[in-house]
């Protein structure tokens, strides 16, 4: 179910939802007047973060395995792929706390801490899966 790849997992969840939430923020930089944060977003951005997360199994376990690409060159079972999807849904719902934190309990737009956040997590989970894989 889990290997040392499950935090690189979290840390594509945690850039997935940062790429997909930065459509929402370039639109209100673009009309800052207008400056809204709705819940539905998030809950798109996690939903599309979870779908990339299927998008990137399927990837991994066809295209990059027939490459040769793929470690130790073998698939993943049924559960670690299921697991590894799931992996990429806590990514995106670390960050999908925070800007529920950040901009409906604390109820400021200050989307420069947002990024820093998921920044530093990704860099957090990433740093732990280097540490796992050598």
Known sequence: MFDFFSFGHIAMGIVVFSLLSLISTLR????????IVQKLHWIWFFIGTIIFGIFWEI??????????????????????????????????????????????????????????FNSLSFILFFMIYLTLKF
């Not at 209100?28 to 400056?35: G, I, R, W």
């Not at 490459?67 to 670390?94: E, H, M, T």
């Open 28 to 35: 209100n930089l673009v009309d800052p007047n207008n400056f």
């Open 59 to 116: 990837v991994e376990n066809t295209l990059v395995l027939s490459w040769g690409l793929k470690y130790q060159d073998r698939a993943d079972s049924i559960v670690n792929g299921i697991f590894d999807v799931i992996l990429v849904g806590i990514g995106g719902l670390i960050c999908y706390a925070f800007a529920f934190l950040l901009y409906e309990k604390v109820k400021k737009c200050e989307f420069p801490w947002f990024y820093l």
